[in-house]
C-alpha cells in the first residue's frame, strides 16, 4: 500500500473515530464532572481554549498539539496549580461564629450564651459550601511531523452542607449535639497521553485530528461530622469508593488563515462512582465543545461555546456555557488578559476573569483569577519552554 492510500486510510480512520465520539456526546443527558482547566493562561481568557495554542491540548483539544511554533520546541508544566471558593452563604463565618458562641457556653453555661449558641446554630441551616482544585505537571512536544504529551492531573472538588436540629440548644439542662455537616467529595486522579497529527482532504483541506488516551481513577467520598468539630475541609474519613477507567478525548482543528476553528469531544466512556457509602452516585460523562479563534501579530481572541449541557459537581442547575477570551502582548515578554462565562441557560452566575503572563529566560509564568457574586478562583502557572 503506498502513502497516499496510507493517508487516506489514516484519515477516515481518525474521522470516524471523531464522528464516533461526538454521537456518543450527543447520544444521552450529561452529568458532567466540570473540567478545572488547570491552564492559567485559558482560565484568564474566560476558559476558553478548543481553538487556542498546544499548551492546554490535553485539557481542550489534543488536535492542537499538531502545531509548528518558532517559539519553542517542548514545553513543561512545572506545575499548574488552581483552587477555586464559593461560599455565597457565608457559611464559612457563620460556622466560625457558631463555635465561638458555643465555645463560650461551655465555658460558662448561662441563658444568654444558650441563646446565641442556639441562634448561631440556626443560621446555619439551608447554607452550603463548595472548594475545588486541580494540581497538573506536564510535558508536551507540539509539532506537525511528531506531536505528544503526557501528563499527570488531580481534580479534587467538594461540597459542605449544614443539616441542622434546632432542639440541640433548647433547653440548657439537655444539650445535645445532633446538628451535622455533610461532606460530599470527589477525588479524580488522571494519566494521559495526547498526540495529533495533520491531514489533507479534497473537500476540507488540510485539518488536524488528535486524540488523548487516558487513565481516570476516581474516588468518591461522603461523610457527616457534628457541626460542634466540624470546618470546611475535606478529609478522608468514613467510607471511600474507588473506581478507575481508560477514557479517551478526540479532537479536530482547523486554521482559515487567520482564524482557526476547533472541535473537541471529552470523556467519551461515560462512568459513574458512588459517594462513599451513601445512597448517591456521580457520573463522568461526555463533553463537546465547539471554538473560534482569531490571532494577529499582538492581539488574541478566542470564543467557544458549550454543545451540551452539563452539570457541575454539587450543584443543582445545568449549565451551557459561551466563553470569551482576549489577550494583548504589550511587549514581547508581557501579556494581558482578560474574559468572561455566561450561562445560555441562566441557572449560574456569569464569571469574569483577567490574568497576565510573563515570558522570560525561557520560562512563562501566567497568573490567573476569576470572580463572581459567589466564588472566587486563582490559578497559577509556570511553564518551561525549551
Known sequence: MNDTKLDVVRTRLLVLLILVGVCLCISKPVEAFPALFPDARSAAMGSTGVASDPR????????????????????????????????????????????????????????????????????????????????????????????????ISRYQVFTATPVIDNSDYADINNITNNSTIDYRGLDITEMGFSSALPFRNGWLGDFKLGATLKLQLMDGLAYSKEVVLSDLSLNNEGEVDKTSTFNFDVGFSKEVGVWNFGLAASNIIKKGVNLGNSSETYSLEPLLRAGVAYRSRKTYFEVDADLLTSQQFGVEEKSQFVSAGWEYSLLPWLFVRAGAQYDLGGNNLSTFSYGLGLNLFGFQLDGAATTNAEEQGLYAQLTLKF
Open 56 to 151: 492546554n491540548a490535553v485539557f481542550f483539544n489534543p488536535a492542537l498539539l499538531a502545531t509548528e511554533y518558532e517559539q519553542y520546541s517542548w514545553y513543561a508544566f512545572l506545575p499548574s496549580y488552581h483552587e477555586t471558593i464559593a461560599d455565597p452563604d457565608n457559611l464559612d463565618s457563620g460556622l466560625n461564629h457558631f463555635l465561638a458562641a458555643a465555645n463560650d457556653l461551655f465555658s460558662n453555661s448561662t441563658e444568654a450564651n444558650r441563646q446565641a449558641t442556639a441562634t448561631a446554630l440556626a443560621a446555619l441551616e439551608n447554607k452550603e459550601y463548595r472548594e475545588r482544585n486541580a494540581k497538573t505537571v506536564l510535558l508536551g512536544v507540539p509539532g506537525i511531523a511528531l506531536s505528544g504529551a503526557f501528563y
